[in-house]
């Protein structure tokens, strides 16, 4: 038995393994990360990719014992990834997946090219995802998918990173700092410095589904401009939602929790606001994770508020577009999001015009309970008993 130190997802993890157990049996065996899928076990198909000190590498056929004082990323420690997630959106709007068994090892394979390439030439694309075979797409969606992030980023102004921003190649392990032989201290990436900016760039997206709702507030539309720029105040009115960051004027991080049955969530992510206070309306897009039931959701809000009463008042109008994945997407379905979206309106709405009166005792600092989507559904029941009633 080998007793290697490795660091797995940024966590530290000390082990024995025999000499002869492959690193992906190791990830899937030991610390259950089955994210990455063992296929030919030959070292052909690439289902298996992963990051090896940030470099893709085949873990079907590397030893475990040889990544002693390695840094190791599955497909799960790019859950936060900006890269990967912006892979995963372009993946799911180009259907550039079917069964999904090929598509960690293709996210990784992908987000190497989208770090080094100049732009977005398709040969090169190829050339670059040669060594992950797919039984299922025929290729197409998936080049497209990568075309348009590295398109994307290119026109934000992100620029190529020579060599992924690996200052060395060499052995598994062989980037690592000389040691003890213990396990590594969880260290970031040498992309550290990039991705740990204070803000993180938010990308646009195309809502799967979009929702239109409107109310009115007993306030002139210069007073509702001026509340809905105080991002803690917003938040603090929206239920289930907790700022888990100092916020800015455009970028604001929280957690908004839902809770549908026996299922709890809590949506932990980033957004990027925008106001145009010519035209007296903003748009905020945001994205959020839930780790725990492996869902994701990405959403854009736009609002326009309207003078009303002579402009003693406010009609405030809102579009809501939405794209969801995971175990949520699944029972989540469109009626109950609309009544829940309702809801939400209604209680936001309520208690914006409590904090524009003056009359809100709670305040920014209030706890956020969730968003009660069983509550929802009683009502949705009492709607449909009063309804039968009144035609009766």
Do not use: W
């Not at 063992?38 to 040889?66: F, K, M, N």
């Not at 736009?302 to 008042?313: N, S």
């Not at 997407?329 to 809801?343: D, F, K, M, P, T």
């Amino acid at each position: 038995m080998n007793t290697i130190g490795i660091s797995v997802n940024g966590h530290a993890v000390t082990a024995s393994v025999e000499p002869r157990t492959h690193l992906a049996d190791f990830l899937r065996d030991h610390l259950n990360l089955t994210g990455t899928h063992l296929g030919c076990e030959h070292g052909v198909c690439g289902s298996c990719t992963l990051l090896l000190d940030d470099a893709p590498a085949r873990s079907c056929i590397t030893l475990a014992a040889a990544c002693d004082r390695a840094r190791v990323t599955t497909i799960e420690g790019l859950d936060d990834d900006e890269i990967a997630g912006e892979l995963r959106a372009a993946f799911t709007r180009e259907h550039a997946l079917q069964c999904g068994y090929c598509t960690p090892g293709m996210i990784v394979s992908a987000r190497d090219l989208v770090l080094r390439l100049d732009d977005a030439d398709e040969r090169a694309i190829r050339v670059g995802l040669s060594g992950n075979l797919c039984r299922c797409t025929g290729y197409v969606g998936i080049v497209r998918a990568v075309r348009s992030v590295i398109d994307d980023r290119r026109r934000r102004g992100i620029a190529p990173l020579p060599g992924a921003a690996r200052e060395q190649l060499g052995p598994v392990g062989s980037t690592s700092s000389a040691g003890d032989g213990g396990p590594p201290a969880a260290r970031p990436s040498a992309r550290a410095g990039i991705e740990q900016r204070p803000a993180v760039t938010i990308p646009d997206f195309v809502p799967d589904r979009i929702l239109e709702d409107h109310f009115t507030l007993a306030s002139r539309p210069e007073e509702v401009f001026a509340m809905l720029g105080d991002v803690a105040r917003v938040a603090a009115c929206l239920p289930g939602v907790a700022l888990t960051g100092n916020p800015t004027p455009k970028h604001v991080e929280g957690v908004i929790r839902v809770r549908l049955g026996p299922i709890s969530t809590g949506f932990r992510g980033a957004a990027r606001i925008e106001r145009d206070p010519a035209t007296m309306s903003g748009r905020i897009v945001g994205m959020g994770t839930d780790h725990h039931i492996r869902s994701s959701t990405r959403g854009e809000v736009r609002y326009r508020l309207l003078p009303v009463d002579a402009g003693t008042a406010t009609r405030v109008e809102i579009s809501v577009g939405y794209s969801m994945q995971g175990m949520l997407a699944q029972i989540a379905r469109e009626g109950l999001v609309r009544g829940l979206a309702a809801r939400l309106t209604a209680e936001f709405a309520r208690n914006l015009e409590r904090e524009l009166s003056g009359a809100a005792t709670g305040g920014p600092t209030r706890p956020a309970a969730s968003i009660d989507g069983v509550a929802l559904v009683f009502d949705r029941l009492r709607m449909f008993v009063r309804e039968i009633f009144r035609r009766t």
